[in-house]
T-cell receptor, first 111, second 111 residues
Framework: SQTIHQWPATLVQPVGSPLSLECTVE??????LYWYRQAAGRGLQLLFY??????ISSEVPQNLSASRPQDRQFILSSKKLLLSDSGFYLC??????????FGQGTRLTVV | QKEVEQNSGPLSVPEGAIASLNCTYS??????FFWYRQYSGKSPELIMS????GDKEDGRFTAQLNKASQYVSLLIRDSQPSDSATYLC???????????FGQGTRLTINP
């Protein structure tokens, strides 16, 4: 069966520090991978998605970037965090024709 | 106009009653429709998917799709306190690689 791992679960980072969140998927090949952000009490905002290694689509211009160095690995990064980057970050995967499945999420607080 | 709209609630329903959650979407070429449940502080989990007009039942849950009117709904029969959560509607456009989410409706089941 397919599983998705996302870490860390919680993170507190100072303004201006770098960020790296990692997500890996097991049990499937060539999945579509997604990074969403959810602000407190709000809906899901799609940040990036990838349909293959090295292929990244950015949905919202911002302080973040994404990379997909391997088929089942998706990384969200920032060189310098802003207060507005705080939120609940969710990685998700899906294959063609199916629904999306989410990781456990990372709650990021920028202080 | 937002691509996917939901009433943010909160929606309060007595235990044992039917909870009705609604979602409208703007893109007529939308193909796939999903309902997710999200408990506070947790990641979304898939409840149901629906692709064709009409009703789809799974246990206490029924999804209803009306493509002509561009809405999808979720009915929860015999509501339980454990159904208290935020319910997210998601839509996938034909040929697109991403799901677009609504803001979510917060549902509270009162014992």
């Amino acid at each position: 069966s397919q599983t998705i791992h996302q870490w860390p679960a919680t993170l507190v980072q100072p303004v201006g520090s770098p960020l790296s969140l990692e997500c890996t998927v097991e049990g499937t090949s060539n999945p579509n991978l997604y990074w969403y952000r959810q602000a407190a009490g709000r809906g899901l905002q799609l940040l990036f998605y990838s349909v293959g290694i090295g292929q990244i689509s950015s949905e919202v211009p911002q302080n973040l970037s994404a990379s997909r160095p391997q088929d089942r690995q998706f990384i969200l990064s920032s060189k310098k965090l802003l207060l507005s980057d705080s939120g609940f970050y969710l990685c998700a995967w899906r294959t063609s024709g199916t629904e999306a499945f989410f990781g456990q999420g990372t709650r990021l607080t920028v202080v | 106009q937002k691509e996917v709209e939901q009433n943010s609630g909160p929606l309060s329903v007595p235990e044992g009653a039917i909870a009705s959650l609604n979602c409208t979407y703007s893109d007529r070429v939308s193909q796939s429709f999903f309902w997710y449940r999200q408990y506070s502080g947790k990641s979304p989990e898939l409840i149901m998917s629906i692709y064709s007009n009409g009703d789809k039942e799974d246990g206490r849950f029924t999804a209803q799709l009306n493509k002509a009117s561009q809405y999808v709904s979720l009915l929860i029969r015999d509501s339980q306190p454990s159904d208290s959560a935020t319910y997210l509607c998601a839509v996938k456009r034909w040929g697109a690689q991403k799901l677009v989410f609504g803001q979510g409706t917060r549902l509270t089941i009162n014992p």
